[in-house]
C-alpha cells in the first residue's frame, strides 16, 4: 500500500502513470503502425532550447502506401499544443521551468487511417528552486525588470538571459536590489526595441543559477515581452465642452497604437462609487457632464489580447468642476415650503397674541378679582413708604397688577 502523499511527491512515478496510460489507450485504439523508434531530448543553445529527434518505425519506408508523417504533442505546464510534421526532429524553446512533455505518435493519412502509439519523453521541474515569483515587466521600448523572491538565501545568484539569434547569453548587468538582496534584474537593449518585438513572439530567456548546500542550482525561465506589457499610466486631460466634458490621452507609445484600448472611470461628489465608461479605441472619450457636480476621472490603457496580455494602472484622478451648493429642486421645495409657513404662522400666532395683550389689554373678570376690603389698611398704609432696595419700584407696579 502507497500512501498518497508518497506518491505525490515523486513526480517520476506519475509520469511514468501517465506514460501507461497514454500506453493503454493507445494499443486499445489502434496500435496499427509500429511507434517512432529512439525518440530523444537533447538541450541546446545553452540549455534554454531542446532538439527533439526520432527515427522513423520499423519496417516502414514512404514507398509503400502510407505517407507517414509524425503528430508531436508539447505539453509545458497545463497547455497543450499540437504540431504535424514530416520530418524527423522538432526544435523548441519552451518555458522550462514547470516542465515539459513530448509525446509523439507516426500516422498516415493515405490509405488507412492508421497511427502508432505514442512514445515520449520530457524535462521534469526542478526539484529545488532558487527562486519563486519570478516576474518580468516590459514597461518602455528597450526596457524591462524582472523581479523575483528569494527562498533559501543563495549568496552567489547570478541571472543571464538570452534571446534567439543571440551568440551567447549575457549577465545581468544591473540587477535591483531590496534592502540588500538580490530581488530583480533590470534588462536594455535593442533586442528589447518594440518595433522590433511587434510582429513577433520573441522570448526572452532566463538562467538564474546558485549554489546551495553543495549543489549548484539552475532555474531556468522564458517570459515574452508582449505578454508582460506595463508601460506607465496614461495622462489624462479634461476640457469643457458645451454639456459634455472631453477626456484626452496619448497612447503608451509602446508597440503598436492599435494594441491598445482604454478604459476610464469617473464619480462625482455626489456619487463616490466609481462609475466605467464605455471601452475606447481612441485617445479621447466624452462625458455628460453636469456642471453641479465635481467630476473625478481615471483612465487607463490595456493590452488587447490579439496582441499580447497587459495594462497600465489607473492615470492620477483628474478632478473637473467645483461642487455647486443645492439646487431647490423641486422635491426639496415640496418638503420645505409647507416646514416654512408652519413656522411662519407660529411665529405669527404668537406675535398676535402678545400684540391683542398690548392694544386690547385684557380685561379682570369681576368675579375672579377679591377685593380686599379688610386688608385694605395693610396693604395700602396711611403712610406708605417703600423699602429702600432695588427692587421697590417693581414691587410697586407689579402689585397693583396682580389685583
Ligand atoms: C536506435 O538506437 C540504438 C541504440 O542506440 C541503435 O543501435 C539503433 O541503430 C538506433 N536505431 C535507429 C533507427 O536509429
Ligand atoms: C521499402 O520499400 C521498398 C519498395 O517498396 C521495399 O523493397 C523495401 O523492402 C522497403 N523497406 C522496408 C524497410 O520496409
Ligand atoms: C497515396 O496513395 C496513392 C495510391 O493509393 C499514391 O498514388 C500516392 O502517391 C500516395 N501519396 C503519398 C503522398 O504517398
Ligand atoms: C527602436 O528602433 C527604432 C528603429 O530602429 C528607433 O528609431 C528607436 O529609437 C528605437 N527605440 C528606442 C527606445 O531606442
Ligand atoms: C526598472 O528598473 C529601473 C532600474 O532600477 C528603474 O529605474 C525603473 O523605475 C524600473 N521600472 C519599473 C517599471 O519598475
Ligand atoms: C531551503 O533550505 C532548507 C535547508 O537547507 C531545505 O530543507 C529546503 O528544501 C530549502 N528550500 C528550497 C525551496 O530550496
Ligand atoms: C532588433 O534587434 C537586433 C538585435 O537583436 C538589432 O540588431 C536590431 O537593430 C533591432 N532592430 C531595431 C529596429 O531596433
Ligand atoms: C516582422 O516585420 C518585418 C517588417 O516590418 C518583416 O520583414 C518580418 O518578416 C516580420 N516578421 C515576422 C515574424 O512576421
Ligand atoms: C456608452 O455607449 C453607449 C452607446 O454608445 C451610450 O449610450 C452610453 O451613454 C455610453 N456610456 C458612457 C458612460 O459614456
Ligand atoms: C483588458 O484586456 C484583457 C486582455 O488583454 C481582457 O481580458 C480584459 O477584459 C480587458 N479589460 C477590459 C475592462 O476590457
Same mark, same amino acid.
Request: proline content about 7%.
Given at each position: ?9 515523486? /513526480? ?7 506514460? $501507461? ?10 496500435? @496499427?503502425?509500429?511507434?517512432? /523508434? ?53 526544435? /523548441? ?54 523581479? $523575483?523572491?528569494? @527562498? ?6 547570478? =541571472? ?22 538580490? @530581488? ?32 549548484? =542550482? ?28 472631453? =477626456?484626452? $490621452? ?23 462609487? $466609481?462609475?466605467?465608461?464605455? &471601452? ?10 453636469? &456642471? ?56 405669527? =400666532? ?5 400684540? /391683542? ?47
Amino acid at each position: 500500500m502507497m500512501g498518497r502523499e508518497t506518491f505525490s511527491m515523486h /513526480r517520476e512515478w506519475l509520469l511514468i502513470l501517465n506514460f $501507461w496510460i497514454a500506453f493503454a489507450s493507445e494499443t486499445s485504439k489502434t496500435g @496499427m503502425l509500429p511507434p517512432p /523508434r529512439n525518440l530523444s531530448l537533447e538541450r541546446r543553445n545553452h540549455n534554454f532550447c531542446l532538439r527533439l529527434s526520432w527515427s522513423s518505425p520499423e519496417g516502414l519506408n514512404n514507398s509503400n502506401k502510407c505517407a507517414v508523417h509524425y503528430e508531436v504533442v508539447e505539453k509545458v505546464g497545463q497547455n497543450e499544443e499540437t504540431q504535424t510534421t514530416e520530418r524527423l526532429f522538432f526544435e /523548441r524553446c519552451p518555458s522550462l521551468e514547470s516542465g515539459v512533455m513530448y509525446s509523439v505518435k507516426a500516422k498516415c493519412n493515405n490509405g488507412s487511417h492508421m497511427e502508432s502509439k505514442s512514445v515520449t519523453q520530457g524535462i521534469l521541474a526542478p526539484k529545488e528552486e532558487l527562486i519563486r515569483n519570478f516576474d518580468c515587466i516590459y514597461y518602455a521600448s528597450e526596457a524591462m525588470n524582472c523581479t $523575483w523572491k528569494t @527562498m533559501n538565501e543563495t549568496e552567489d545568484l547570478q =541571472l543571464s538571459y538570452w534571446y534567439e539569434d543571440q551568440p551567447a547569453p549575457e549577465p545581468c548587468k544591473l540587477y535591483l536590489f531590496e534592502q540588500g538582496v538580490k @530581488m530583480g534584474c533590470h534588462l536594455s537593449g535593442k533586442f528589447l526595441n518594440h518595433s522590433n518585438l511587434s510582429n513577433l513572439s520573441s522570448a526572452v530567456h532566463f538562467d538564474l543559477s546558485g549554489t546551495q548546500g553543495t549543489s549548484t =542550482l539552475n532555474n531556468y525561465f522564458q517570459r515574452m515581452p508582449r505578454d508582460n506589457v506595463r508601460p506607465p499610466p496614461p495622462q489624462l486631460d479634461i476640457f469643457h465642452e458645451y454639456n459634455s466634458l472631453n =477626456l484626452k $490621452w496619448k497612447d503608451p507609445g509602446l508597440l503598436n497604437a492599435d494594441c491598445w484600448d482604454y478604459l476610464y472611470r469617473f464619480k462625482t461628489n455626489e456619487f463616490q462609487d $466609481w462609475k466605467m465608461g464605455n &471601452v475606447s479605441k481612441t485617445t479621447n472619450d466624452k462625458l455628460v457632464y453636469d &456642471v453641479q457636480y465635481q467630476y473625478v476621472v481615471q483612465v487607463k490603457a490595456n493590452f488587447t489580447n490579439r496582441c499580447g496580455c497587459g495594462a497600465t494602472d489607473w492615470s492620477l484622478e483628474k478632478r473637473y468642476g467645483q461642487p455647486k451648493p443645492p439646487n431647490w429642486s423641486p422635491h426639496v421645495v415640496v418638503i420645505t415650503i409647507p416646514v416654512l409657513f408652519t413656522i411662519a404662522a407660529i411665529i405669527c =400666532l404668537i406675535f398676535i397674541k402678545k400684540l /391683542r395683550k398690548l392694544i386690547l389689554p385684557e380685561i379682570p373678570n369681576p368675579r375672579i378679582i377679591k377685593i380686599p376690603w379688610k386688608s385694605e389698611k395693610t396693604m395700602f398704609p396711611d403712610h406708605f413708604i417703600p423699602p429702600e432696595d432695588d427692587y421697590s419700584k417693581v414691587k410697586i407696579l407689579k402689585e397693583p397688577l396682580q389685583l
